[in-house]
Each structure stands twice: as C-alpha cells, then as structure tokens.
C-alpha cells in the first residue's frame, strides 16, 4: 500500500480516535496490519512528548421520570465498547447532546 505522507498521518490520526485495536483498524481500512505497526512504531518514536490530553467532564441534569417514563429503556452500544443507557424518553436530548458533545472533543 502506497500513500503519501499525509495520507499516512490522516490514517494514523483516524486510527488514535477510533480507540480499535491496531488489527482490527487494519482490516478496517484493508491494509496489512504490519504495515499499520510500522507506521505507528515510526510515528510514536518521532512524536514530541507533550502533555497527555486533559480529560473532560460534562455535567448531566436528569429531571425525575414520570410513572408512564419509568418503562422505557434504551441501551447504546458503540464499536469502541461504549455503552450509554438511557432510562426514560425525557433523556434522550440530553444524551444527543452528551454524544455530540463528546464527538467534538475528539
């Protein structure tokens, strides 16, 4: 597989957000998982040891469920293993804004 340096760090760059493993992003992108190691063994060795990201919080106010809410459940599972469980019908706008906040921060 041919590309150019910055098609190699844009895939590189693709590959720290998705938090897959290295084999499975390889297979992904229909590449050689030696080839994605190298790539990465290079890459870390020549990346500058800045300070790690700082995580973010974000605040979450849940209002409290009415009787006929009280049911209703929904569980959201992502590749990455996330997992969101949303318990009542009021919380789904909370939890569409909690995952686009999340996105952008990535």
């Known amino acids: 597989m041919r ?9 590189l760059a693709e590959f720290e957000r998705s938090r897959m493993s290295a084999v499975r992003f390889a297979r992904r992108m229909g590449m050689k998982y030696s ?3 190298g790539w990465l063994q290079r890459y870390r060795r020549t990346k500058p040891k800045g ?17 006929e809410d009280r049911n209703t459940s929904l569980a959201l599972h992502l590749p990455d293993g996330t997992r969101m469980e949303i318990n009542n019908t009021r919380q789904a706008g909370l ?3 909690l995952l686009r906040a999340l996105t952008k921060s990535c």
């Open 3 to 11: 590309v150019s340096k910055e098609q190699r760090r844009i895939i």
């Open 35 to 37: 080839t994605l190691a």
């Open 51 to 67: 300070r790690a990201r700082a995580v973010r919080l974000f605040e979450a106010v849940v209002a409290e469920a009415h009787d």
């Open 95 to 97: 939890a569409a804004d």
